[in-house]
């Protein structure tokens, strides 16, 4: 007979005594293994620290005890972190200059020179026109008169090319015949509107310093990186070092309008000059440090939205307006605006993308980061459900995120109408969009052609969209087009694998935990997504390994830039040229290609 279900529910002494050594066992291992993950944490130096990684159910299991952020000296699997890279050939060089930057004498010279720089009002307009015929670029002629006063030793030194006219290139010539690197950096700033100009605490371009700001216009965009990376140069020359890896600075001079006179020209001639893919990296301007809840993050961007302006134009017939049609090229417009606005672009947390290594990085270190979400993260890593459940949390958390995962679009510009009794004949209105890491220019082209060809058909309009005629109509025409032909598909995404992104990874940490004002405290380096755009759109085809990161925390900005009140913390002058040092030297005895 059968025995009951009971009776086979009931282990024997046999199996019991079986069941319990296992189960020891298997303590004993897990026990093990976090004892030894804790060993590694505590006495694993800066030079074995790249290989002490946690065991990966640390980051992703469901153990409760091994819950909230860690430490930053501890690495991620899922955010690898390298240590700090301090020159070795160039040490003793290396340590002599921390000395000289921590001097006052070195801090109000780079007060001086920056407030120089910045004297000169060197705006650039959106209407500008080529250089030889816009007059209002002449500006820049005086402050490249500034930059060879303040810098005679980098102008004697290195060969300087202009380009275009304004644009500054900087050779300093390598022994070796290894690939050159860019450092990139703008010489124009934002124009002050006339009317806020009394709402200053100092006079826009006066280069104030009180005591702890240097005030005006370009002190944080963009003057403050070009003239710490000069400094950085001049004092390496000052001590007699000589590059054996060639080092190009590329200075462009309309960033803040569209790139094409400046870094567009600067672009053609580098390459023209070394070839294509020839450099081994550039480093442009860019994120910042930022504190997240005691520990302070370095956001590099390695990648850049893509950018679109699309203008929507209504051409319908005019007259009187006693006798109007059904709808007007301005009421017609306005049902065009409203389809685009009701259907917003999808988002996206893809593993593959920038946004996904971002999310990751905070979930490992920020104690700020909410708990639900950080184990939600790790097991995204994974699990695909989970995936589909952190993007959605993600985008109810913070509008930021929607900038992030996905294309946006802002109805920006609208005009229609000459006189209020003759009926509109021409409606127009552009949609600005910034493009998604993971879209492009041709998939938000067929977005809006698919979205607005019914309403062609319905009010029996005409549509040509970017050259191509899509639909027949009789009662009128829209047109989609290319406004201003600025259509700029999103970057390549640049690797984040051991190389170039660990060098700079490792130069962040070496000059911050150097700095006198950080008491040797540690950096967390993430890669992130840059959804505005700098000069490097251009650089695309000189290198893969592409960075945008400006050595300052968000709070050395006054009240950041593009706005009133511009300042720069000078503080911040001597840990940014301590920065581009490290950097300079770790490139330079770097075995990159």
Sequence with gaps: MAPAQSDLCRPTRHESGWSRLLLAFRVLIVCSLVIISLVLYKFCDSAFLPICHLPRFWLAGPCNGLAGPLPPAVNSTACPQWTALRPTKYSGLSEDLD????????????????????????????DNGPVGEDSRWDTFAELHRVLEASFPRVYESLNVTKVNTYGLVFHWQGSTSAKPYILAAHQDVVPVEGQTVNEWTHDPYSGYYDGTWIWGRGTCDDKSDLIRQLLAIDSLLKQGFSPARTLILSYGFDEESKGIEGAGHLARYLEETYGRNSFALLLDEGALYTDMGGIVFATPSTSEKGYFDVKITLSTLGGHSSVPPSHTSIGLLSRFVTAVEDNSHQASLSRTGTPFATTQCLAAYSPLYPEDLRKLARKAVEDDAALKVLQERLLASDPLYKAMLGTTQAVDLVEGGVKVNALPERASAVVNHRI?????????????????????????????????????????????????????????????????????????????????????????????????NTDTQFYWNLTKHIFRFSPSFDTDRFNGEHTINEAFRADSLNEGVRFYTKFILNVDESDLP
């Design 436 to 532: 998604a890491e993971h879209s492009s220019v041709g998939e938000l082209q067929q977005h809006m052609i698919g979205l607005l060809t019914p309403l062609a058909i319905k009010y029996d309009l005409a549509l040509v969209a970017f050259g191509s005629n899509v639909t027949c109509g009789g009662a009128g025409q829209v047109v989609l087009s290319d406004f201003l032909g600025t259509a700029l598909e999103p970057s390549p995404v640049t690797p984040t694998e051991y190389g170039p992104w660990a060098l700079l990874q490792g130069s962040i940490k070496a000059a911050f935990e150097s700095s006198p004002t950080r008491n040797s405290s540690k950096v967390v380096v993430i890669p992130s997504l840059s959804i505005g």
């Design 99 to 126: 000395v000289a930057y921590s001097s006052e004498d070195f801090k109000q010279r780079a007060i001086q020179v920056l407030g120089d720089a910045v004297r000169v009002p060197t705006e650039s307009y959106d």
